[in-house]
């Protein structure tokens, strides 16, 4: 890994989707497909460099990209791949303006392979930076939003052919409501590219190094596999914190309002024997209670691994008896200004809580 | 009337309007608010062009704007007014031409009105022309399509400042599909803007004299009203033919799959005492049956008049025992070619009949 850019191997690939998983806190969409996708591509002679912002001009013209739609589509409805790259090319014809580099829409998820993709596609650089730090549900829940980057224009492209421009928006919700009724229109899923940024934008409303964090945490649990450690010792100096351990005992989901919702329970073994933890679920694990106390709240990352198999595990693929361990990761501090709580906090989720840092945890 | 270029006054406005009710075929809208606003404009030194598609340009690029979405909502959530030309200048930018004049993209109902505020507020001339003769529910229902032109760039623009440019689309009913969910997403009306298309493509797809058409038949209405003429008399010389005379007996109406269905039954009397016509409606009038014998089916037009008052009803002012004059006209030839019936024929509305022409209809 240089200083300033940065040649991914399909190992680095492997962590940072790995890593990816972890920041995706349940949600987000199972990145592996897209790994493989990129890793293909890798292995055919593709060149894919990572840079860091601050070798961005202040002028440059970047555009973010992501897959749009429910995780669960994406995983059934294959996408041809080059849906956010189409988008993209759009988005530049509708500017007249070429970019001179991807940016990662949400660095959590699937949607940590979608600019590599693009990258592949178009021959462009990724800047190591998103506006999450994690996975969210809505398109203006990030840190370019809240920092007052225009969410306008976007572009939609699905595997069909069709290509849709939001070319102005009153709000940054109504990007979302129209960007949503059109990618269910779609099909339930569909490239994204949105927003367009200047480099002094990304700099100083991005969430940096984002790649880097994903790659860390990816290789931190692949040694702590190899080694059989335990993986909240192998994530504490990347920030992890292990909020708790325990065994799946109750398990509610449903699918309503466009959301994957739900609730899991789990009963404490090891330090945590005779408690409980209950975690809510909107696509992402959204809060945790102890015994009937908060201790974590989204925007902070509440991240479910399988105890095992030291993985990440999708709120999907939880399932009763289970045995994992619950880490917590604090938010960046861009979502957690009183401006970024009102876009990402509890109540935006409709939780009548106040944002509580992550306390009480331990390693 | 000039020649070429055709200035309106108001009555003009109030024939124009009153033809496209006629034209409306029971759907389409009611011009009577888009009149209002036209004439106002009139009073406030608006001078409003039409000019005739010869005096089009082959290589001038023009383009057709209407309303999308259910008349009973532009009825009661009433535009601001200035949707469509929102929609106009975002294709303009888009393309990054200006239009030198603009189309009407369905003179049946209100959509008639719409490009002559359009005009209004661009300065430009409307062509006398468009592609359908009538009003049709679906946006690819028209000869412009029919003739090849393609359905994109199209632009959706609302009063709460969204707009929305489909820049590509797989087919003309992906068009239809991706306009239909983000017209209803923006409240269930939006302006459109599209086709976009050249002077030559105007004179070989569209409908001439549409305009003109619909001043006539206005003209002739509001002269058979003054002098207690029987309506279809008044017609007759315009194409209007007698299908049926008779009373409202029985009307079923509900709003199913984003169309206003329904079926009206006649009683008949005068000559035609003894038998009966029902009419099946999808937001228009579409096939006629009397004494179960079809009489008249779309792409032909079936408009029902007030018999009292010799104005055109629209599908949702019918009513139990209202009397009615029904009156056929047929449709351009445009809309009758083996292609034209794969598009707006009986079948395409999912009817199981073949097109027959206007037959057995009398004055």
Known sequence: MSDRMWILSKDDVDYIALGAGVLGTGGGGNPYLGKLMVQRA???GARIAIMQPDAVADDDLLISVSN???PTVSNEKLPSGDESSIAFRALERFLGERATAVVCGEIGGSNSMTPLRVAVDLGLPVVDADPMGRAFP?????TFNIGGVATTPAALADEKGNVVI????????????LGRVVTV???????????VLRGSQLKAA????????????????RKAQREKVRVELALAPLGGMLLFRGKIVDLERKTTGGFARGLVELQGFAADAGSRLRVAIQNENLVAWRDDRVVATVPDLICILDDNSREPVGTELLRYGMRVCVLGFAADSKLTT??????????????????????GARI
Chains 1, 2 share one sequence.
């Open 185 to 195: 229109e779609m099909g339930g899923s569909a490239g994204l590219a949105m927003p």
């Open 338 to 359: 009183p401006a970024g709580l009102v876009v990402v906090g509890p109540r935006a989720f409709g939780y009548d809580l106040e944002y509580r840092p992550l306390a």
């Open 42 to 44: 890798i292995d055919q």
């Open 166 to 177: 939001l070319a102005q928006t009153s709000t940054a919700l109504w990007t979302e409501r």
């Open 138 to 142: 809505e398109l203006q829940m990030d």
């Open 68 to 70: 749009m739609g429910a």
């Open 206 to 221: 991005g969430i940096w190094g984002s790649y880097s964090l994903a790659h860390r945490i990816g290789a931190a649990v």
